[in-house]
């Protein structure tokens, strides 16, 4: 059995748990913002609004690893207000199928900022996370949670985090990882599914599932500083290829019996070779030698937080979205010769040499 995650715990008050208790009381500010949120006409004439705000009745909200307890407007008003600066960049009717949706996470490295980015946009108001790992001081170049959580379980940082921007989430956790065994349970109830593990062979089984149920994988993986993302639509054709073909006709067998360096060339073989930036080929061709393990960055891991809970966004309001890859390039719209004829030339000459040394 896993352990138990942490969560907040509604009160009928603002009784204090011990003498050290935070009480955090910002309530009137928040029925200011709803009667504008509420009465947008008034929004330039704040002398009209009434002197007694009306009041739908808060909540206390104890967070037990902060200590604190905080005093909130309840879930309907409390999502109408933290969500009101979204419009209409997303229109209400997106919103509420955006924040209904059921949203699985495998792997919560990239995973962490992909789950922060959807909740914070309002989104995913159901998330179900898996990972086993706990937070190293090496992950914290890419994961955003400070020294303090050094130890703790990745998946109990994340869910904290989800937590503390949305008190009323529901967030069930697989501390386990995903398994064989427990992937029927992850896969129920999902509108979307998140594939940021580093287990290529549970990535296969991910998409047998996908497969089975219907279900959208997004993944994204960091690239140096840019990201690749993959769509996979098996809610729209289940026939579909997993990995879009490019793996071939490997098996999960197979997948599961790679080494650290087998990971890395297979994982090479689905970016491919010719979108790999030169550093990043410089960088795997060092593993074991002068770096522990292929390197990422935290700003790549936030660009593909952002860039998946668009997709996410997308695909639950039913519009339009690639349906295989994109690649989120700065490198190839923030340096001034990158787009050169030389430039191009000089990356596909590294590119050709990477594959042959690889052997792809």
């Not at 609004?49 to 009306?54: D, I, T």
């Not at 960049?89 to 699985?104: D, H, M, P, R, W």
């Not at 994109?326 to 490198?331: E, F, G, K, Q, R």
Request: proline fraction near 5%.
């Amino acid at each position: 059995m896993g352990k138990k995650i942490a969560k907040p715990i509604f009160l009928d008050g603002p009784e204090k748990q011990n003498e050290f208790t935070i009480v955090v009381d910002d309530y009137k500010e928040q029925l200011r913002e709803l009667f504008f949120v509420q009465n947008p006409t008034l929004t330039f004439q704040p002398e009209k609004a009434p002197k007694k705000l009306p009041d739908p009745g808060g909540r206390w909200v104890y967070y037990p690893w902060l200590n604190t307890i905080v005093h909130i407007l309840p879930e309907q008003e409390f999502f109408l207000v933290r969500t009101a600066r979204n419009r209409n960049l997303i229109t209400a009717e997106e919103q509420e199928k955006f924040y209904n949706s059921t949203i699985g996470i495998g792997g919560l490295s990239i995973g962490n900022s992909v789950a922060l980015a959807i909740v914070l946009q309002g989104g995913g108001q159901r998330i179900k996370l898996a990972d086993f790992d706990r937070l190293s001081l090496t992950n914290t170049n890419r994961v955003r949670a400070g020294v303090q959580n050094l130890g703790l379980l990745k998946i109990e940082i994340t869910a904290r985090q989800i937590y503390e921007m949305n008190p009323y989430a529901v967030v069930e956790c697989f501390p386990d990882g995903l398994t064989p065994e427990n992937l029927d349970k992850f896969f129920s109830g999902l509108d979307v599914m998140i594939d940021e593990l580093d287990n290529i062979a549970i990535k296969y089984l991910v998409r047998e599932k996908a497969k089975q149920y219907r279900i959208p994988v997004v993944m994204a993986a960091d690239n140096g500083d840019n990201a690749v993302v993959d769509i996979e639509r098996y809610d729209l054709d289940p026939n579909l290829a997993f990995f879009h073909g490019r793996l071939g006709n490997i098996t999960h067998e197979e997948l599961a019996k790679l080494d650290k360096f087998g990971i890395g060339k297979t994982i090479t073989k689905h970016i491919g070779p010719e979108n790999v930036t030169e550093r990043m080929q410089d960088s795997l061709l060092d593993i074991g030698k002068t770096i522990v393990s292929w390197p990422q960055l935290g700003g790549a891991a936030l660009i593909n937080g952002a860039a998946v809970a668009y997709c996410v966004r997308k695909i639950v309001c039913g519009q339009e979205l690639e349906s295989n890859r994109a690649l989120i390039s700065p490198d190839a719209v923030l340096i001034p010769d990158f787009n050169t004829p030389a430039s191009i030339t000089k990356r596909k000459k590294i590119s050709a040499n990477f594959k042959k040394i690889f052997g792809l």
